[in-house]
């Protein structure tokens, strides 16, 4: 118990001043005329679990898919479903839910990166986990706490040589995001025989070809889950907002003005994001070997090609996590470390204002 006590301290406290953040400081922090958290309860309730993807997998759980619902992989929705037989509304299910598992994902990152790297590392990527931005979405209903656990958790047994176990988890996270097979590079650079690699990269990668085969089964075509996220991105208004070309210029100009005029806004956090955490997977392969820094690279390059955007970067680059157990070697000066977290916090705080009154962050 010894050994989690810091990451479930950690989780606490983040969540402690997250509510009392809510409840005294939001309401005069900033609301918009989209404002759906007009009370306490709204704010710290209704809020999280109430806008933008939450209730689209509420949706996948009560009533199985429909055109573009295939968009969303089905284990956080099996799992909501298998969850509710207590009786309990979607939305309650999917925060209690989100609650539990993001307390595990806490512990597994301090393990996995204090195994790897000691123990000072561990808690400095751990508070840097913690009070990014985009760490909000472990609260929200979404998906990111399930995969997160099960990708983190692949790579604790493949640490511990569990290897079987490790391919299996691979194979959950790959059934929740598609992101969760770029773990299979850990297996490729495994010391064994290649009819054993071959084997745990075919259990690691179950997970989507199962998937795959339900939408063949019953839509008639498996690239119905392409055809989904396209429809997604068009709706959204997000294929070819801002990718990382000529087209950036024109965003940088944009954001430059928006700031001016307004402060800071998602647009210019994503591209930042982006930039940052495409430049930190060079780290991530000197620090933490060429499996990692592939996961890391596949998880952030993936979102860019298929939308042709860095629309919602700021969440989706949140997946590619040995970034931040890396990220503590750079910042060895307590004052700029510390400089760091604030930073980090203080946008999470703007991130929890803008998504609890409606608008998109991702």
Request: aromatic content about 18%.
């Amino acid at each position: 118990m010894r050994r989690i006590s810091f990451p479930l301290a950690v989780f606490w406290i983040w969540r402690v001043l997250l509510l009392l953040f809510q409840v005294a400081i939001q309401p005069f922090h900033w609301t918009s005329h989209l404002s759906t958290s007009p009370d306490v309860i709204h704010r710290i309730y209704y809020s999280w679990a109430g806008n933008w993807d939450s209730p689209l997998y509420f949706k996948i759980a009560t009533h199985g898919y429909t055109f573009p619902l295939q968009a969303f992989f089905p284990l956080w929705p099996m799992v909501l479903r298998m969850c509710m037989f207590l009786g309990l509304s979607p939305a309650m299910t999917s925060l209690l839910l989100s609650f539990i598992i993001g307390q595990l994902i806490f512990c597994l990152f301090y393990v996995v990166t204090r195994i790897r790297f000691g123990n000072v590392i561990a808690k400095k990527a751990l508070l840097l986990f913690c009070v990014f931005p985009s760490s909000i979405f472990l609260l929200a209903g979404y998906s990111e706490g399930l995969f997160l656990s099960f990708a983190i958790g692949a790579i604790l047994l493949f640490d511990t040589k569990k290897y079987i176990l490790s391919a299996l988890a691979i194979a959950l996270a790959g059934s929740t995001r598609i992101v969760g097979i770029a773990l299979l590079p850990l297996f490729i650079f495994l010391t064994v025989k290649w009819n054993k690699k071959l084997f745990y990269m075919i259990l690691g990668v179950s997970g989507v070809l199962l998937y795959a085969l339900f939408l063949q089964v019953h839509f008639g075509t498996f690239m119905i889950a392409v055809l989904a996220q396209q429809n997604w991105c068009h709706v959204r208004q997000s294929c070819g907002y801002v990718f990382l070309g000529a087209p950036v210029i024109n965003a940088v100009i944009h954001e430059s003005m928006n700031i001016l005029q307004s402060g800071i806004s998602p647009v210019g956090v994503d591209i930042a994001f982006t930039v940052l955490f495409l430049v930190m997977t060079i780290p991530v392969y000197i620090h933490a070997g060429a499996s990692l820094f592939l996961y890391s690279l596949f998880t952030i390059l993936l979102p860019l090609v298929s939308f042709n955007s860095t629309f919602s970067m700021t969440r989706y680059v949140y997946a590619a996590f040995p970034v931040f157990m890396v990220l503590p070697f750079y910042l060895r000066n307590r004052y700029i470390f510390m400089a760091v977290v604030v930073g980090f916090f203080v946008m999470q705080l703007f991130f929890v204002t803008w998504f609890t009154n409606g608008l998109f962050v991702g």
